[in-house]
């Protein structure tokens, strides 16, 4: 039965629930379209914690719907802070229910396992999408669309001019494919880590590890040790990075490992191929943690994600082109919608300092316009999350959850106004958008 909507929003990661959420509190008649069976996108099912802090004192500047998310998740025990004032240590299993229950609780509806097939545009608007399911091919209509997919799939069908990669080679940055260990002994490795001198920055029960090739600590060593005595692979080892997860106790959540050789992440194969490795690099760390390192003696795999690490894909061209330039001077905007001062953070490629673009201080950050999500050419089309409209360095920057949240929260907001004032929402003043954030009282979009 065709069915016909307000708002369509596709992808139900990050961006997408907020953006979803968002809609549906504002009454909009709402649906999500996603092709995994839950909503939380790489931060459930690519198993992504903690959320990165926007590095602004007192959260200022973090949406009203991340504050809402985290403090349904805190209230259940499924989240914690640390010392330094990051409060997004999140469970990323049990993120798959706070989002669906905020979601469905305002009458959002979602077609799980469904993919975005194609766009049916018209006069610059998007009149449907094709979707696929196990009941086949279907149209859905909506008024307004929501393009959260990570990888801009919409805007692409749509016609949507995209930026992919880095500007020179187009080269994307590196993926990475996350697992997780359960039955860590924590108490041994924090231990562990103090006797041998390792900087143990977390009050217990949360605890990181990392090690880089680049840098002699000694947990580096202790990884050099494991090479020279094959246990793993020089690949295996060039970014360890693992953090306790709040919620499940003796789990720790590995960023890695890192998949070398990865420069196409919208290939298929490409993925494939970085999927079948990096499952052959965890088996290695995994035995190799059990030897190497006290705490991990006993522990065993609990998962590995289930969706591949991607950060970044396909961006879109919009009315506005966040840059490089905008986080060196500080940028605000009339109509910002999001603010951070995350570092630029490419991985595989470059970082801040080789590209000698100087680092936030205490206080400075950047923001992010409302046109950074909208395009020239479709009038009912907003585009939220890692694929907004930026240059690849800029987007290493914006890519972190919290401002992902923050941007599909200002596409569901517009998203809602517009279909309610009849608006095109490319043509809509940004602060509209800005000034709801502000103070936001969705009952007036009713
Ligand atoms: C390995 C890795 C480590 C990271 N580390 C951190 C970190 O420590 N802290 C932090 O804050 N951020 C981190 N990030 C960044 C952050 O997690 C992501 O940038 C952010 O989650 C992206 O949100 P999104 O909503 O844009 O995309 P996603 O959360 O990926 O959501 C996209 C959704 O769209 C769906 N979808 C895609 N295509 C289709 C289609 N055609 N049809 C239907 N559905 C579709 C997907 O299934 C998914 O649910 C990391 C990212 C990666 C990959």
Redesign the pocket.
Same mark, same amino acid.
């Given at each position: 039965m065709k069915k016909h909507y307000d708002v369509i929003v @596709? /992808? &139900?990661?990050?961006? &997408? $629930?907020a953006a979803a959420i968002a809609c549906a509190m504002a009454g909009a008649r709402t649906l999500i %379209?996603?092709?995994?069976s839950y909503?939380? &996108? $790489? +931060?459930s099912?690519?198993q %992504?914690? !903690?959320?990165?802090h926007i590095g602004i004192d007192g959260n200022y500047g973090d949406s009203y719907l991340n504050e809402v998310i985290k403090k349904k998740m805190a209230g259940e025990g499924n989240a914690a802070d640390d010392q330094y004032g990051n409060d997004?240590w999140i469970n990323p299993e049990m993120l798959k229910f706070t989002l669906e229950e905020l979601y469905t609780e305002h009458g959002g509806e979602i077609l799980y396992l469904?993919?975005? @097939?194609d766009t049916v545009v018209e006069e610059n608007n998007i009149k449907g999408i094709l %979707?696929h399911n196990k009941s086949g091919l279907t149209l859905i209509t909506a008024e307004v669309f929501i393009d #959260? =997919? &990570?990888?801009a799939? +919409?805007a692409y069908l749509a016609g949507v001019p995209c930026f992919v990669g880095d500007e020179k080679e187009h080269n994307n940055q590196a993926? $990475?494919?996350?697992f997780m260990l359960g039955n860590v002994d924590i108490e041994r490795l924090k231990a562990f880590l103090k006797d041998i001198g390792e900087e143990d920055i977390l009050k217990y029960p949360l605890v990181e590890i990392a090690s880089v090739w680049e840098q002699d600590t000694p947990l580096c060593r202790l990884f050099r040790k494991g090479l020279k005595e094959h246990r793993i692979e020089y690949e295996d080892g060039m970014y360890i990075q693992a953090?306790a997860v709040p919620g499940m106790p003796g789990v720790m959540s590995f960023?890695c490992p890192e998949i070398p050789d990865i420069y196409n992440t919208l290939d298929s194969a490409e993925i494939s191929c970085a999927l079948v490795t990096g499952r052959k690099m965890i088996k290695r760390l995994y035995r190799f943690l059990q030897e190497f390192l006290p705490g991990f003696e006993k522990s065993f795999l609990v998962s590995v994600a289930e969706? !591949?690490? *991607?950060?970044?894909s396909r961006r879109i061209k919009g009315l506005y082109v966040l840059s490089e330039e905008d986080y060196e001077r500080r940028a605000k905007f009339d109509d910002a919608i999001a603010r951070t001062a995350y570092p630029i953070d490419i991985?595989g490629l470059l970082d801040e300092k080789q590209l000698g673009i100087k680092a936030m201080e205490r206080g400075e950050y950047f923001e992010v316009p409302y046109r950074c999500i909208v395009t020239e050419k479709l009038e009912n089309l907003l585009v939220?999350?890692? #694929?907004l409209s930026s240059t690849f360095t800029a987007q290493s920057s914006v890519? *972190?959850? !919290? =401002? #992902?949240?923050a941007? /599909?929260e200002a596409a569901g907001i517009a998203a809602a106004y517009c279909v309610k004032n009849g608006r095109k929402v490319n043509e809509l003043d940004g602060r509209i958008v800005r000034d709801f954030m502000a103070s936001p009282d969705y009952s007036s979009l009713l």
């Open positions: @596709i /992808g &139900g990661g990050t961006a &997408g $629930s %379209v996603e092709r995994n909503l939380g &996108g $790489s +931060a099912g690519g %992504v914690t !903690p959320m990165m997004g469904t993919e975005l @097939i %979707v #959260c =997919t &990570g990888d799939d +919409a993926m $990475s494919l996350r953090f960023n969706m !591949p690490g *991607i950060r970044e991985h939220a999350g890692r #694929c890519r *972190i959850q !919290p =401002t #992902c949240r941007l /599909g």
